[in-house]
């Protein structure tokens, strides 16, 4: 265990601990280099010489480094240090959906499909990234105290390039696949499975599969039908425990195929819970009829023996038979379910062996006969297909003549069919396509391939995004006759409103009331003749203007009169009163900027400013200046490196032209003592184009006794609008780096 203050990589400081587990512990820490708070996940020490767990351990931080997404938690670092492995994590304020159900019990459906919609879309993105999670289970999402819900957790997680992976990782046994149960194969399609286990949890209090062992559970998910989750919770909407139903399918194939599907079907739910439209899977076999000659069963008969498996249980769905798994029944063995990798609930990366206890031996030794039990099966199920068969032909032939008896002579039948949309009969007619998810452009342009009419109606949502298909008149797989028109429903996005005016408001006055308002307000300067400096004289869009929640508007301060101009006396040696007054005449606001040991400068005097004598600044620039000392015995130093790609990565402003306009940088220099902000400028306005790729900046402490301080990096853009021939001006802050100082004795 760490200790709090200790400091790991040279710049984060653990500050506590926050959470463990079966290999690692997790601490909350600060790092000093980008001043802020991280978690830091160390593999214990007495894991930290297995080569096998430090190989996890990297490739948890491999498989999440590369994907930035707003569901998933962010890697920042990983590293070692004198035996310490470590990853730095993004970190999140809050707790995990475990906790969360365990306090709450049974989520309202609508609370359950919005978190299960942001786990959905950060799964989405692992699978774009080719990493399958493999471990979904609620103590590996955190939901954060504003809400943002986020997977985390990637330590059994696999990078593929290929469809799927050999699953001899286990996931945790309560939400793991059938697949991954047996150690067979895993793809994308084993993560929407333990969803689904998860979502069941949400919505009904409880996990579907539970016993007295990890063996008795892996089983449970290979073996045993789910019981539907109204069967504990009949609130559930229809549409909900379908989308479970279709995640938790024993068949790969019958599961969501994608993330994405499976989220338009978790948006859809939202907007209409109670429409049965989920398409479940049917159980049909499409394999061909094979038809056995009597020299071949001769043959058949001819070949029987007895297999004697010792220590094995044989294993039957009890709705899928056994050609679903493979030619023969499937022998379930300790080998096969791979009881050496399945994870406990509570374990990152332990790996529990498991030992049966039962000292029963009645089912020590079974003798199963393939071939009796194979010829008996198929003659079984050939009588039950063909009986089958005939039963459908009947229904369908006689539901026709239904059909037919009542369209003639019938009035009031032909009256309802034109009310109705055009259905056909299954093998007749177009099929509709799924539209939901799709652009308007896109499902008007499918329908029309395929012969169908196409008409949209528009319909605010805060879910589905502007212009995409929310709803479709007939479901998806159901055959219409040719050009049926197909009425889809389209996002209009969010529910508009007016922006209000702020127009000759203060500019922190307009901020607020934008904010209020729910918008991504932006602040631009420009000079202005007629209105005083700080004043609010333009925003786009203008005022009156239809918004929605998030739009982004632009506000114009004034920096007042562009002609009034005070050029910046020279300040060296001046008491600070002097200094005061001379900033004063020049029309200049002046400000102390900390104080600094001198040998030079006697105590009390400017040593330092912050802008060159001779400088002409528009009025109203805040000029500051640094007194000395005195000849103290010691004094700090700092320096830092300024790397040139920080600013030539930040986003250029709306209307700015690199050919044209110019770009600056300025470091400035920030320290605190009893309660009080200093600062100096270490670098003054320079042209970024003459900065080197990187370089090194040197500078003193600007306050005495204060051995750190943080360095602010700001980019100042100027250029003149090509509309309206207006010169502009924006400043962004582009990083504050935290700099510990260093003690530098005077000679």
Same mark, same amino acid.
């Given at each position: 265990m760490l200790e709090n203050g200790t400091i790991i990589g040279n710049r984060y400081e653990i500050i506590g601990k926050i959470g463990t587990g079966g290999t690692a512990d997790v601490y909350k820490?600060?790092?000093?280099?980008?001043?802020?708070?991280?978690?830091?996940?160390?593999?214990?020490?007495?894991?930290?010489?297995?080569?096998?767990?430090?190989?996890?351990?990297?490739?948890?931080?491999?498989?999440?480094?590369?994907?930035?997404?707003?569901?998933?938690?962010?890697?920042?670092?990983?590293?070692?240090?004198?035996?310490?492995?470590?990853?730095?994590?993004?970190?999140?304020?809050?707790?995990?959906?475990?906790?969360?159900?365990?306090?709450?019990?049974?989520?309202?459906?609508?609370?359950?499909?919005?978190?299960?919609?942001?786990?959905?879309?950060?799964?989405?993105?692992?699978?774009?990234?080719?990493?399958?999670?493999?471990?979904?289970?609620?103590?590996?999402?955190?939901?954060?105290?504003?809400?943002?819900?986020?997977?985390?957790?990637?330590g059994i997680a696999k990078v593929t390039n290929t469809d799927t992976v050999n699953s001899m990782a286990m996931g945790s046994v309560h939400y793991i696949s059938p697949e991954q149960a047996r150690g067979g194969f895993s793809d994308i399609t084993s993560d929407i499975y333990s969803f689904g286990i998860t979502l069941y949890e949400m919505c009904t209090g409880r996990v579907p599969f539970d016993g007295e062992t990890t063996v008795s559970v892996a089983l449970m998910h290979i073996q045993n039908e789910i019981t539907p989750p109204s069967y504990f919770n009949p609130s559930i909407p229809v549409s909900v425990e379908n989308i479970i139903l279709k995640c938790t399918q024993k068949r790969m194939d019958k599961r969501y195929q994608s993330a994405t599907e499976l989220i338009a079907d978790l948006k859809r739910a939202l907007i209409t819970p109670y429409e049965n439209f989920v398409v479940m899977p049917e159980d049909v076999d499409t394999s061909p009829t094979v038809l056995f000659t009597q020299d071949e069963l001769n043959q058949i008969n001819a070949r029987k023996q007895t297999v004697q498996e010792p220590d094995v249980m044989p294993v039957f769905m009890d709705n899928h038979p056994e050609d679903d798994y493979g030619p023969d029944m499937e022998i379930v063995t300790d080998n096969s379910i791979d009881l050496t990798h399945i994870y406990d609930d509570d374990t990152?990366?332990?790996?529990?062996?498991?030992?049966?206890?039962?000292?029963?031996?009645?089912?020590?030794?079974?003798?199963?006969?393939?071939?009796?039990?194979?010829?008996?099966?198929?003659?079984?199920?050939?009588?039950?297909?063909?009986?089958?068969?005939?039963?459908?032909?009947?229904?369908?032939?006689?539901?026709?003549?239904?059909?037919?008896?009542?369209?003639?002579?019938?009035?009031?039948?032909?009256?309802?069919?034109?009310t109705q949309t055009p259905t056909v009969a299954v093998n007749e007619g177009i099929a509709v396509p799924g539209l939901i998810g799709l652009k308007e452009e896109e499902a008007k342009e499918k329908l029309n391939e395929m012969g169908l009419g196409f008409k949209s109606v528009p319909a605010e949502s805060d879910i589905i995004g502007k212009g995409y298909v929310m709803a479709q008149s007939v479901d998806e797989g159901v055959h219409v006759a040719e050009n049926t028109q197909i009425v889809v429903t389209v996002s209009t996005g969010p529910k508009s409103f007016e922006v209000v005016n702020v127009l000759s408001l203060t500019e922190e006055k307009a901020l607020q009331i934008l904010k209020e308002q729910g918008l991504n307000p932006v602040t631009e300067y420009e000079f202005n003749n007629d209105t005083e400096q700080g004043t609010v004289i333009k925003m786009v869009p203008v005022a009156g203007s239809q918004v929605k929640q998030g739009d982004t508007v632009t506000i114009t301060?004034?920096?007042?009169?562009?002609?009034?101009?005070?050029?910046?006396?020279?300040?060296?040696?001046?008491?600070?009163?002097?200094?005061?007054?001379?900033?004063?005449?020049?029309?200049?606001?002046?400000?102390?900027?900390?104080?600094?040991?001198?040998?030079?400068?006697?105590?009390?005097?400017?040593?330092?400013?912050?802008?060159?004598?001779?400088?002409?600044? +528009?009025? !109203?620039?805040?000029?500051? *200046? %640094?007194?000395? =000392?005195?000849?103290?015995?010691?004094?700090?130093?700092? &320096? /830092?490196?300024?790397?040139?790609?920080?600013?030539?990565?930040?986003?250029?402003?709306?209307?700015?032209?690199?050919?044209?306009?110019?770009?600056?940088?300025?470091?400035?220099?920030?320290?605190?003592?009893?309660?009080?902000?200093?600062?100096?400028?270490?670098?003054?306005?320079?042209?970024?184009?003459?900065?080197?790729?990187?370089?090194?900046?040197?500078?003193?402490?600007?306050?005495?006794?204060? +051995?750190? !301080?943080?360095?602010?990096? *700001? %980019?100042?853009? =100027?250029?003149?609008?090509?509309?309206?021939?207006?010169? &502009? /001006?924006?400043?962004?802050?582009?990083?504050?780096?935290?700099?510990?100082?260093?003690?530098?004795?005077?000679?």
């Open positions: 820490a600060k790092c000093h280099k980008l001043n802020r708070y991280v978690a830091i996940k160390v593999l214990k020490k007495e894991f930290s010489e297995d080569r096998n767990f430090i190989s996890k351990f990297r490739i948890e931080a491999q498989s999440a480094a590369g994907m930035a997404h707003a569901n998933i938690v962010n890697v920042y670092d990983v590293g070692d240090e004198n035996g310490i492995y470590y990853i730095v994590m993004e970190l999140v304020e809050g707790i995990t959906l475990k906790q969360y159900i365990d306090k709450k019990g049974a989520l309202e459906y609508k609370e359950a499909v919005s978190i299960a919609i942001q786990i959905a879309q950060g799964i989405e993105a692992a699978h774009r990234h080719n990493i399958i999670h493999r471990d979904i289970k609620p103590q590996n999402i955190i939901i954060s105290k504003e809400g943002k819900v986020k997977v985390t957790d990637f990152e990366y332990e790996e529990h062996h498991i030992v049966d206890k039962d000292d029963d031996d009645d089912d020590d030794d079974i003798t199963v006969t393939h071939d009796d039990n194979k010829i008996d099966k198929i003659m079984l199920w050939l009588g039950i297909g063909v009986a089958v068969v005939i039963v459908i032909i009947t229904i369908a032939v006689v539901f026709r003549v239904l059909i037919t008896f009542n369209g003639i002579g019938s009035d009031k039948g032909r009256e309802e069919t034109t301060v004034s920096r007042g009169k562009q002609n009034k101009e005070g050029e910046v006396p020279n300040l060296l040696n001046m008491d600070e009163s002097q200094a005061r007054e001379a900033i004063d005449k020049a029309g200049l606001v002046a400000q102390l900027g900390g104080t600094v040991s001198s040998t030079t400068v006697e105590a009390g005097k400017v040593v330092a400013q912050n802008y060159p004598a001779g400088t002409k600044l +528009a009025a !109203g620039t805040i000029v500051e *200046y %640094v007194l000395s =000392s005195g000849n103290n015995t010691k004094s700090y130093q700092g &320096k /830092i490196v300024l790397i040139k790609a920080w600013i030539t990565a930040n986003p250029l402003p709306e209307g700015f032209v690199e050919e044209t306009g110019m770009k600056e940088v300025q470091i400035v220099f920030r320290q605190e003592k009893d309660g009080q902000s200093y600062s100096q400028e270490i670098l003054g306005f320079t042209d970024v184009n003459a900065l080197m790729d990187s370089q090194e900046i040197s500078f003193n402490g600007i306050v005495e006794g204060v +051995a750190d !301080g943080n360095a602010e990096i *700001y %980019v100042r853009y =100027s250029w003149t609008d090509a509309v309206t021939g207006e010169p &502009k /001006i924006k400043t962004d802050s582009v990083q504050t780096m935290y700099v510990p100082l260093s003690e530098v004795t005077a000679q």
